[in-house]
T-cell receptor, first 114, second 109 residues
Framework: DAGVIQSPRHEVTEMGQEVTLRCKPI?????LFWYRQTMMRGLELLIY????????DSGMPEDRFSAKMPNASFSTLKIQPSEPRDSAVYFC????????????FGSGTRLTVV | DQQVKQNSPSLSVQEGRISILNCDYT??????FLWYKKYPAEGPTFLIS?????DKNEDGRFTVFLNKSAKHLSLHIVPSQPGDSAVYFC????????FGDGTTLTVKP
């Protein structure tokens, strides 16, 4: 398995533009997580899905953020409109068995909003 | 309110010596705890975990200790190697994982 695959690796966009981050979880994993890492707030959970259903989106900063998981092999995180304070590294992770054996993280997408 | 805290931002040890990384938590509902290692430009990698019903779990050079009464866990790396130099995150799970801010470990040759 190639692991959790995120795209793009880097994204630079102008304030006000729409940004879409993509994630392909590990096949067979039934949970998917979106985390954001910043210097100020560390690694914070934005949203997670179990069996493609959003379970907890309490970490989503505001309505500009949305996430979907249309099937077991794909998820997107969309920011519209983007703002400079959204600049961060966004990680996608997946797990099985409730995450007892940990999450498998992707390499992240470094987003810069100018 | 930060539920998982790693109070030491950095730690430096000599190769061959023991590295001890610490983590404190506040939520009694956490049912297991995990440690991850992170290299630059990569995502965190799962290292070792421990259930709340245990007080120790060992995997090779890595041992995690859990003190529930003190709401404290620690990761011991013995012996430390230069390749262990990375950021180490503690995480606590109650349906979802909450991460500490990380400790940067530097192992000097």
């Amino acid at each position: 398995d190639a692991g959790v695959i995120q795209s793009p690796r880097h994204e630079v966009t102008e304030m006000g533009q729409e940004v879409t981050l993509r994630c392909k979880p590990i096949s067979g994993h039934n949970s998917l997580f979106w985390y954001r890492q910043t210097m100020m707030r560390g690694l914070e959970l934005l949203i997670y899905f179990n069996n493609n259903v959003p379970i907890d989106d309490s970490g989503m900063p505001e309505d500009r953020f949305s996430a979907k998981m249309p099937n077991a092999s794909f998820s997107t995180l969309k920011i519209q409109p983007s703002e400079p304070r959204d600049s961060a590294v966004y990680f996608c992770a997946s797990s099985s068995q409730g995450g007892v054996y940990g999450y498998t993280f992707g390499s992240g997408t470094r987003l810069t909003v100018v | 309110d930060q539920q998982v805290k790693q109070n030491s931002p950095s730690l430096s040890v000599q190769e061959g010596r023991i590295s001890i990384l610490n983590c404190d938590y506040t939520n009694s509902m956490f049912d297991y705890f995990l440690w991850y290692k992170k290299y630059p430009a990569e995502g965190p990698t799962f290292l070792i975990s421990i259930s709340s019903i245990k007080d120790k779990n060992e995997d090779g050079r890595f041992t995690v200790f859990l003190n529930k009464s003190a709401k404290h866990l620690s990761l011991h790396i013995v012996p430390s190697q230069p390749g262990d130099s990375a950021v180490y995150f503690c995480a606590a799970n109650a349906g979802k994982s909450t991460f500490g801010d990380g400790t940067t470990l530097t192992v000097k040759p």
